[in-house]
């Protein structure tokens, strides 16, 4: 019966769903895992990469030595798989699959700069997630269309709210969060979160959290940037304007390994190797 | 036939507009209020075409009002002044532009910084500590030039406007009526320029009693994150 | 141009370049603001001056803006002088049987790169429909662009230092604007070196 209602988007099955969009968030739940922790002091995001394997080309990805920096290049370190600069003062992670994503961030990063365009101001964290997600809504209801198979999470600051941490999924929904995670194992991730979340956590105990939580989540046990994006939002101690910072392989090696997490080659030897996509969907298109 | 001025002191900012309106050398209205309250913390001091004025008014006042009931905040100062030139910017290059010369004020409840701007009907901006529209621009400029001074506060604010007013009446041939508002982190407030000591009146009566109303969003949703 | 008045000049040194521009925002021959700057960061290698119409000044600045950061974001990478110059074309372009009354004028040092380790400091400037002149010693557009002309033709020496040429942009700005009665009001310098860019106020007649 419920088949009869799966092969449009924009039709409520009898039980009052929309096949479609449940299986989109289906396809999240497989992805690699993102998550991140908000603290009075700026936010901690990370996210697993799960496209990894010894025959990919990542000499020309991001995370070279030469760039990136402290000022205003930091964003410029790593990600560029699963966490994008959207504007000056918000960065996102997203789960689900790469090219939907791809479109949203390139819709994202222009709704913003039309923002500034007419204000003169960066965008509030809020509005811009209501941008997306107003669009993310309009494929669940205007016919002939797929959702976009995306969740986001998304970390910023404004000077009227302050640091704010975001989640929004592909039927338009969105909420504000203290800790939260996307992707596989999310429920399980959540749960530890919600056992070590602290009122009043700073950065730095933020940071560990987000990825103490992220190592018992993963399925290998030793963390490495390999596999891993990480970045912080936080406040310039200077000009106490926001900073986005997407750190570099090596940086994120180095917290690891001050974290006792891992963040060390040789454990990684074996642990994705011949897998190709990795994890359990083992397909390279749509498992970041 | 037009006239007004602003001015920012440490924590406020006054705006002060004629109330004429009339064609050429006939004025047929002398109590015509061309001081437009945007939001709970942003007023308008406008002038130009007759009709494009008011037009204008009401479009930016509408739209500072939605902005406000879709995000329950109001915009920034800053912000209203960018949009409200980007607005003029856009129309001065349409087939009918609006006629409008502003001088903005707004107080930054987030920064607890007064803001002044004069824009004109191409779309200028310039962030000035004092400016002027209209007649005025010819004997108050220079008179602000000589009093204003940084951090004033609110009683010397009103002297210097006062100044401006005395020189107005004394050099230019056209008789004005002056409306006059401050705002500061109360809100806007109605000012009596003409009496001996507007501030004293100001400050011994309840703050709700000289609050001009400002369009709030019709909910009650508190005030979050936009207080100081 | 004539409405709101202003100048900015750019000079090339030794490994530097310099841009300047005055501080004031007219309304004919009344002075409206002293803080109207007209040269703006695209990066801390690269600065450009709009020196014309206000109105026009702050509509091309959000222009470009919004496309240099998208180029940002996109490329992850700052753009080069050489190409923000043709994005400057391109934008002003677009608006020909229409323009932006503005003469931009840029200037910027390229990052070393191994293809071109040496890279010369680069001056472009253009006309208000986007022609592009890139000149080796000097460029200088706005209300005094013919008085800073020839103060710059017998100022400017090749080679000069970074603090040699903040000395002969600023005189040559000053003393050309004192003779412009649109231009003036204060000064801001921008002395642009592969380490670091020096910032300076300069203090000018009010009159």
């Not at chain 2, 400029?141 to 609110?154: E, G």
């Not at chain 3, 940002?72 to 753009?79: A, D, G, H, L, S």
Request: charged share 25%; proline share 5%; glycine share 8%.
């Amino acid at each position: 019966m419920a088949r009869r209602y799966d092969s449009r988007t924009t039709i409520f099955s009898p039980e009052g769903r929309l096949f479609q969009v449940e299986y989109a968030m289906e396809a999240i739940s497989h992805a690699g895992t993102v998550l991140a922790v908000l603290s009075k002091e700026g936010i901690a995001m990370a996210a697993e990469k799960k496209v990894t394997g010894k025959l990919l080309d990542l000499s020309l990805a991001p995370g070279g030595e030469g760039m990136g920096g402290e000022g205003t290049e930091a964003w410029m370190g790593g990600g560029g798989e699963k966490i994008f600069l959207l504007n000056n003062n918000i960065l996102a992670g997203l789960a689900g699959i790469t090219s939907d994503a791809n479109s949203l961030v390139n819709f994202a990063r222009n709704s913003a700069q039309k923002h500034l365009f007419t204000y003169d101001e960066d965008i509030p964290v809020e509005m811009l997630v209501q941008r997306l997600c107003d669009m993310k809504q309009g494929y669940t209801q205007f016919g002939g269309l797929r959702p976009f198979g995306v969740a986001l999470l998304y970390m910023g600051w404004d000077p009227i709210y302050g640091f704010q941490l975001y989640q929004s999924d592909p039927s338009g929904n969105y909420s504000g969060w203290k800790a939260t995670c996307i992707g596989s194992n999310h429920s399980s991730a959540s749960s530890l979160l919600k056992q070590d979340y602290k009122e009043d956590l700073t950065l730095e105990e933020a940071k560990s959290l987000c990825l103490k939580v992220m190592s018992k989540t993963m399925d290998s046990t030793k963390l490495s940037s390999e596999k891993l994006e990480f970045a912080t939002m936080t406040l310039h101690p200077q000009t106490k304007q926001p900073l986005s910072k997407i750190y570099r392989p090596s940086e994120l090696d180095g917290l690891l390994r001050d974290l006792e997490l891992g963040g060390t080659k040789e454990d990684l030897i074996g642990a994705m190797e011949g897998t190709g996509g990795g994890g359990a969907v083992g397909n390279v298109a749509i498992s970041t | 036939m037009e006239c007004s001025f602003g001015l920012t002191g440490k924590d406020y900012v006054l705006l002060c507009s004629d109330m004429s309106a009339g064609r050429s050398i006939i004025r047929m209205k002398s109590d015509e209020n061309k001081i437009k309250t945007l939001g709970p913390h942003l007023a308008m001091a406008y002038g130009g075409e007759p009709g494009d004025t008011n037009n204008f008014a009401e479009y930016v006042e509408r739209n500072m009002r939605l902005y406000h009931i879709r995000n329950h905040y109001p915009l920034l100062p800053e912000s209203a002044s960018a949009w409200i030139r980007r607005t003029l910017a856009e129309s001065i290059r349409s087939r009918k532009p609006y006629s409008v010369n502003l001088l903005l004020a707004g107080y930054d409840t987030t920064t607890t910084k007064p803001h002044l701007y004069w824009i004109d009907y191409l779309g200028t901006k310039a962030v000035v500590p004092y400016a002027a529209h209209g007649m005025g621009v010819y004997v108050s400029l220079s008179t602000m030039d000589k009093w204003w001074f940084n951090d004033m506060n609110k009683r010397e604010g009103v002297d210097v406007l006062k100044k401006c007013i005395d020189e107005v009446k004394k050099r230019i041939t056209v008789h004005f009526n002056f409306n006059c508002i401050l705002i500061d982190k109360d809100g806007i407030h109605h000012i009596d320029i003409e009496s001996e000591d507007p501030i004293t009146e100001l400050e011994s009566q309840q703050p709700k009693e000289t609050l001009v109303d400002a369009p709030n969003p019709p909910l009650d949703i508190g005030n979050v994150g936009v207080t100081a | 141009m004539e409405l709101n008045g202003g100048s900015v000049v750019a000079m090339i040194g030794k490994d530097c370049v310099a841009i300047a521009s005055d501080l004031r925002l007219g309304n004919q021959a009344v002075g409206i603001a002293s803080n109207f700057d007209k040269v703006f960061p695209v990066n801390d290698k690269l600065y450009y001056g709009l020196p014309g119409l206000a109105t026009d000044v702050y509509t091309l600045r959000e222009h470009l803006r919004f496309r240099v950061n998208m180029y940002r974001m996109k490329e992850e990478r700052e753009i080069t002088p050489k190409t923000f110059t043709h994005l400057v074309s391109s934008t002003l372009y677009e608006k020909r049987f229409g323009p932006f009354f503005i003469e931009p004028v840029v200037a910027g040092l390229p990052t070393p790169t191994e293809l071109d380790p040496h890279p010369k400091p680069f001056i472009s400037t253009m006309d208000t429909i986007g022609c592009i002149t890139t000149p080796k010693d000097f460029a200088v557009a706005g209300t005094a662009a013919d008085k800073l002309y020839g103060v710059a033709e017998g100022l400017w020496e090749p080679d000069l230092e970074p603090e040699d040429l903040f000395e002969t942009v600023s005189q040559t700005l000053l003393n050309a604007v004192d003779r412009d009665a649109l231009s003036g009001w204060g000064a801001v310098v921008h002395i642009i070196t592969q380490d670091k860019v020096i910032t300076r106020t300069l203090r000018a007649r009010m009159d």
